[in-house]
């Protein structure tokens, strides 16, 4: 079985729902509380024994993120000896990092194709605005130690079932409707319906940004043009699989899902976040306590 050794972060989204903040800030580096999204991605894929990070970018991010994960932080590091370095500089030194342009948006699917003919293997598939969050830690926990294990899971269950999979995570009935659901049966996807009404909806199950593709994915992606298909070309793809050889379900109801696509959603998770850490939750809960009070007299 071949080794899962390249990870793919897809970061290639023009962040309009969280305009205008993302014209300065891709939504990928946006920070939950103190540390920036691509690092925890980075994490999470080097925590499940990646060799490889492909981040896919449009034009406009390329630069600003390049510069962000390979820049010196040397004296960043001066003025706060307190954080580790993996905090300031998140790649892992035996860790190859490269960048693959998206120049006109065109999905998931189109996104990984740009990245598979450099990819030799099985490999993940990291959404960039999505986080699986576990340990609620501080900047003083960082690197893959104390990462999510979401990836690994996916790498764990490829290793034992030998079948491309996909974590999904359980939502509220009222969640439904916004997005794509999943059909299951024993352990396998067996169809995905988007955006059913609760009545309709085969199961509570969505699709949460994680996935783990087959090394013929590229030659996949060729059956279901971008040009064709469009945004939903990586669902043909997953219909595909789920005909063919398999498409496992690995459930990750023990994360929390935190999104950084628009903006009520991303606030949410900042307060969730915070609330579960430590170091941050007790004062977090005073203001909150008092602030509600105060707006409702």
């Not at 390249?6 to 023009?14: S, T, Y």
């Not at 449009?58 to 960043?76: C, G």
């Not at 590229?218 to 997953?238: D, M, N, P, T």
């Amino acid at each position: 079985m071949r080794e899962v050794a390249d990870a793919v972060i897809l970061a290639g989204g023009r962040g309009t729902r969280m305009l205008p903040g993302s014209m300065y800030t891709p939504k990928e580096i946006m920070p939950l509380i103190d540390t920036p999204i691509i690092n925890h991605l980075i994490w999470e894929a080097c925590k499940a024994g990646v060799k490889r990070i492909h981040i896919v970018v449009s034009p406009h991010k390329k630069e600003t993120l390049a510069k962000k994960l390979t820049e010196s932080v040397d004296w960043i590091s001066e003025a706060r000896p307190d954080l580790p370095r993996i905090s300031l500089e998140p790649v892992p030194e035996k860790v190859e990092l490269s960048f693959h342009e998206q120049t006109i948006p065109g999905g998931v699917g189109d996104a990984i194709s740009l990245v598979t003919k450099f990819i030799k293997g099985p490999f993940l598939v990291l959404l960039g605005d999505n986080l699986l969050i576990k340990n609620h830690v501080g900047a003083n926990k960082s690197g893959p130690k104390f990462a999510s294990s979401s990836c690994k899971k996916l790498v764990d269950y490829f290793y034992k079932n030998g079948i491309p999979c996909t974590g999904i995570l359980e939502v509220p009935d009222e969640e439904v409707e916004k997005y794509g659901i999943v059909e299951l049966e024993n352990g396998l996807i067996k169809g995905i319906i988007e955006k059913p009404k609760i009545i309709d909806s085969p199961s509570n199950f969505i699709l949460c940004g994680r996935y783990l593709l087959p090394e013929n994915t590229g030659e996949l992606l060729k059956l279901y043009s971008s040009s064709e298909y469009g945004e939903l070309q990586s669902i043909a793809l997953f219909e595909h699989l789920i005909r063919n050889e398999g498409f496992g379900a690995v459930n990750m109801n023990e994360f929390e899902l935190y999104d950084s696509g628009d903006p009520i959603n991303w606030l949410k998770s900042q307060i969730d976040h915070a609330l579960r850490r430590d170091d941050l939750k007790e004062e977090i809960l005073d203001w909150i306590g008092k602030r509600t009070s105060e707006i409702k007299q």
